[in-house]
């Protein structure tokens, strides 16, 4: 293939309620939409998951668009891709920007699929035919309205819940919850909020029986992780710490965690994730798939890595109307009964809805 023409669009969405972590607020989420086409005219999108401030990574929406517009765009314009494993070879010059890099490796991909007659899941190798999914729930005003919230979100079939915790919220909270939904299949995600000195803390947690503690510690770190592992009972899965296979390979030969979050965009693209996915799965380390908020087309490149069958956690893939009034696709990523069905129509398995896009958009630029 070789990609004419890309537009870049910057959107903005209101959500449906704050979302708040131990580094801040979301009450609306601002993104880049890829458009490729391709010299048959064939269109494939991609999305960039980059926050506007450098709070998940380093990265953000302005720094996305500078690398696509000054570096990336420019290596694949009308450049021959035979395949979208090549992308990452022809991006290689270029240091980490994985956000960057991914939203547009997503929209060749789309590409990809669609050339040859398949479905993205079918494309990366995917076999399943449905994923559970589970819901992140950010800090609350109080236990009592995180737990009433908990309570509906497991009603509506959710497979698994995510607590977000930080010092000074944390044991207390995940204790009244144990009290009220014992059998809740509930994880924990400290964005790095803690270090060693918190041991104390960390090791309280062993006791209320989670899935799974995420990113305790530092963004950049593995070593202390191992030691933190073996001092704890709770699994530990790594999300920030690992942006690219050979971060995974390191952690899983030092033992720094017994699950790891795979996100598209953290790891630099579809090709990426598959690799990681496969190594863990070498390596007897269940997987499974972070959110960024993403919107339809992101949350649609989610449901189809996800279709992998190393992919045997409950994700972070909600259905669209958890966080969006209205969302970019038609249909919408709906959930029934805790699962997403996986699309099997060619592409990602969804239309891009353009009066909705084109309502949202804040600005936009064709490259040709």
Request: contains cysteine; aromatic residues 6%.
């Amino acid at each position: 293939m070789k990609l004419e023409q890309i537009t870049v669009r910057h959107i903005k969405m209101p959500m449906k309620s704050p979302f708040t972590t131990s580094f801040g607020t979301i009450d609306e989420k601002e993104l880049l939409l890829i458009e490729a086409i391709d010299e048959s005219g064939i269109v494939g999108w991609g999305e960039a998951v980059a926050f506007v401030a450098p709070w998940y990574t380093e990265e953000t929406l302005k720094t996305t668009w500078h690398m696509l517009e000054d570096f990336l765009i420019p290596i694949l314009l009308h450049k021959e891709v035979g395949h979208p494993d090549e992308v990452s070879a022809l991006f290689s010059s270029i240091r980490r920007n994985c956000m960057a890099k991914s939203s547009i490796e997503g929209a060749i991909w789309d590409i990809y699929a669609q050339q040859t007659k398949q479905s993205l899941a079918q494309a990366l190798g995917g076999e399943k035919e449905q994923i559970e999914v589970g819901v992140s729930v950010g800090i609350q005003s109080s236990t009592e309205v995180l737990i009433d919230l908990l309570k509906s979100h497991v009603n509506k079939g959710y497979k698994r819940v995510k607590v977000k915790i930080k010092p000074g919220h944390d044991v207390e909270v995940i204790r009244a919850i144990r009290a009220e939904m014992p059998d809740l299949p509930l994880m924990v995600d400290a964005n790095s909020a803690y270090t060693l000195n918190d041991m104390d803390v960390l090791q309280q947690l062993d006791a209320f029986n989670l899935l799974m503690i995420e990113q305790p510690l530092a963004v950049d770190d593995i070593v202390d992780h191992a030691n933190l592992q073996r001092k704890i009972k709770t699994p530990i899965c790594l999300d920030e710490s690992i942006t690219s296979y050979e971060d995974a390979r390191k952690a899983i030969e030092l033992g720094s965690c017994g699950v790891i979050n795979i996100k598209i965009g953290r790891v630099g693209g579809l090709t990426e994730a598959r690799r990681i996915h496969d190594l863990c799965k070498e390596n007897k380390i269940p997987v499974w798939c972070g959110g960024m908020l993403e919107a339809g087309i992101g949350r649609a490149h989610n449901i189809a890595l996800t279709s992998l069958t190393n992919f045997v956690l409950p994700g972070d893939t909600a259905g669209s109307s958890h966080y969006w009034y209205e969302d970019i696709i038609t249909p919408e990523v709906l959930v029934e009964d805790g699962y997403i069905r996986v699309p099997q129509t060619i592409g990602i398995g969804y239309t891009p809805n353009m009066k909705v896009i084109d309502k949202l958009t804040i600005s936009r630029k064709v490259y040709q």
